[in-house]
């Protein structure tokens, strides 16, 4: 082989291929020498990637506790929806049992009060010979009798149907107010454990960054993670709202009591509701109204406020004040009557905020409206008091004539005769307001806008007045109407002394006068005994004569 | 076991842990569904339950006035009978006549108002419509109501006997294993913590204690959560 320098040719087999190239083997230990020391950063970080290691495993242990939290809350959640659905269904079937029973028991007693009516039971002697008319009474109270006995009317048995549908009405408020809570805590507990992710992808994170810039990353998801534990805990400790049965089942024996009149008995049902559990707020804002109608017990007869100053008006305004505490300032009830109580109180400040306060958790009460008109009407703003007198009114029924209607306005001629008798300097304003609305209520009664002209010489005498055991009797006489006048009579009675007139609704009438020169007889059903009287009488929705008569001897 | 054995191992326990944590979590939802599922029909059958107890109810109380119409017109009928009685012993024959058939057919009209109303049976007045009986009949509002309860449950459109109390507790009692699952999850995770912990420890003791803590709990509560709640 020549040494010219050339490349020596390529060793081949004898077929022409190459030959297996030799297999080199090297020691590893060859390369690093045993005295070489291993990479600085993998020795170092060794001990932080141990403890972002376990750091990661606590971290994914307060996860699933949270987890866990988060699951018993979505779970007790789900129960409580259900026994709610189902609750409601049974409440609202058991409204619609208690309210059409309650009506086919008046049918009952209507069928046995009209039975005289009968021409059996009339019994005219001048018909038959033989025959004497008093012969009819016993029979007629006989099969009186029988029939309302037919069904064995039992009260005991009505008040328990009542009692059970309050129960379980109050039943489903309760439990909303749990499963709302549940339901909050549940998407609480899936917002830290959100929250946790974001904490345990910035720990994780630094196990691929450098040393350096490991610490604005770490120290943020560390706090994040203890943020998100503390968060879990406050959760957690916070209470779930749960009203005590028994607590329910006094508040709808109350309830009822009061619904059929009898108050103190109420109050006493509410004591216990409140002693079973002191932060339920619905026996506190019944418990207010009841002593409120304790010291006024024809309010909602006849809106007579005769007492504001007396132990019960003052339990009522405790109670009200508690109910606010106890969350009321989310319940439209709470407000209206905390707010009530401040304008019979003579805070039109306070009664002006709160009941605003309801008309904003429901602006569809017209009672809450006309109220807030009165307490501007207190505090002079006139424009205001206009207001929401012209939202109560655009909420009122306009198909027909309806005792809501006349309920509503009555309350408000009595809330403004109030404030006249209270604010004395508001009183015009509040007469003129008064006449505004006759002259609205007239004209929506009588079907026509009425030309708001009176005859110059329509008089009012009042003739008699009889009070009778829980009534009132009005005989009057007008004089110098037209038989195409609108004819407007609005009754007043002053409750107590010097107190303000009140307006009663059924005290009205607005038409024609059926016979010329008499007026129809007006008559009220009421607790109280009134000391004077007073008739108004308006022609065409304009004032025409006013007379006042004595009363009796004031019994509330 | 050598170091890289004892590695291998604790990583193999930490996959089969992770995994157990991961059927717990698949049964857990796998029993929502059924809880879900009882809930829908306690919240069906009630609604059916009271849908039957207000027609019941309502029913029942329209017959019960309907039957005091009846008794009004028995009533009045005894009132016409008694006049017959006088006018017949004052010897006004044709008046005292005309009572009795004006009393008579009271009598008739209340019952077949009350048959054909369902007051009654009808087969039950069938000869009181032809004759009627001279008392009222009488009525029975609690019986009356158990009749037309059995004639509801007994019509072949009935869902038969209903029990969505029983649905509700099943959810519940379901709804409990659920929560004894979840709790099974935690502790496995726990499990998998201390296992993680054994991975990464550098003393053997450690390793050891961690790795032991870690296999005690998942057994445990593997055995547990099968033998109970799963």
Redesign the interface.
Known sequence: MPDDGARPPRPTTGDGTDPPRPVVTRDPAADVPPDRPPPPDADEDAPY??RV??L???L??L???I??LH??AA?NE??I???T??TA??A??SA??EQ??LR?VE??QL??DT?GL?P??TGDPSE????DGA??QP?LS??QQ??TQ???RDPDTLHELKRTARRRSLTQAALTETRITWNARASQYQTVLTTLGIAIFLVGFTLVLSRRIRPPILIPGLALAVYCFGWAVLIYLKPIPSTAPAAIDSTAQGQTLFDDGQITEAITAFDDAIAADGDYLTPHEDRSIAHFVAANPDFFATGAITDTDGPEFAAALDDAKEALALGGDQSVTTMAVSGLLAFADGDYDTAVRRLTAAAGLNDQTPGVLFYLSAAETARGNADAADRWRDRAVALLDESEPSDRNRQLAAAYYSALEWIAHDVPEQAGAAYEKRDELIALETSFIAGERVSGTAPADATLVINDIVVGDGTVDFDLDVDGIAADDTVTLLAYERPVPDSPWVQPPTLSYIGPLVAPGSAPPLRAERVCRSTEFRVDLYVNGAPADSATAPGVEPTC | MTLETQKRLLALLLGLVTIGAGLFSWR?GQL?ST??FD?RQ??GQ??KQ??E??EV??LG??D??S???Y??DY??A???D??AD??G??G?EN?ADVRETQADDLRRGATIRAANGGVFGARAVFGDVLEPQPAPRP?D?PQHLDALRAELSTDIRSPGPLD?DEW?QE??DI?VR??GL??A??VM??A??AL??A????RSRSRYGFGALGVVLALTTAATTIATVY
Request: aromatic letters at 4%.
């Open positions: 990637k141990r290691g376990i990661l495993a606590l994914a242990v996860g699933a506790w987890g866990i699951t018993n779970t789900s129960n929806a259900r026994e659905t189902r269904v049974i609202q079937a619609v049992v059409t029973v086919l049918q009952v069928e046995a039975l009968r059996t039971f038959i010979p033989g025959l012969d009819a029979r006989e099969a029988a029939v037919a069904l064995r | 857990a929502g809880a879900a809930d306690s919240i009630t609604i009271e849908q107890n207000v109810t309502l109380a329209v019960a006035v039957y005091v119409r008794l009004a009533a009045e005894a009132t016409l008694d006049d006088r006018l012993d004052a006004a008046l009525f509002l969505p509700a959810a519940e709804r659920m929560r979840g709790l999850v935690f995770v726990v998998a913590a993680t912990v991975q990464v420890a550098v």
